[in-house]
């Protein structure tokens, strides 16, 4: 008996207008963050990742820069030896 009435208050809950606009608007919110985090995957960036002063230029997606500047710290934006990014030239 009380689990039909829970379900009977969750319907009415439901259907209520109120709930049914925030409802969408949760709805919209979440497509609009999902489509931005799309366009930013899909957008690359070029880094100078230097290891063992070896640096060289990768191409990645904004999500795994953020991730890459976090696990390496030296790292820079942009191209290698560039005024931008990157200075470091390997010593031999």
Known sequence: ?????????????????????????????????????????AVKVDICHNVDNNPHVINVAIPAAIAHFIQHPNDTLGQCGEGGGGDETPEK
């Not at 439901?14 to 979440?30: A, E, G, R, Y």
Request: proline share 2%; net charge positive; hydrophobic share 60%.
């Open 1 to 41: 008996m009380i689990i039909i009435a829970k379900i009977k208050k969750i319907n009415v809950i439901l259907c209520n207008p109120k709930t049914k606009i925030m409802k969408s608007k949760i709805i919209l919110t979440v497509s609009l963050m999902i489509g931005t985090m799309i366009m930013a995957a």
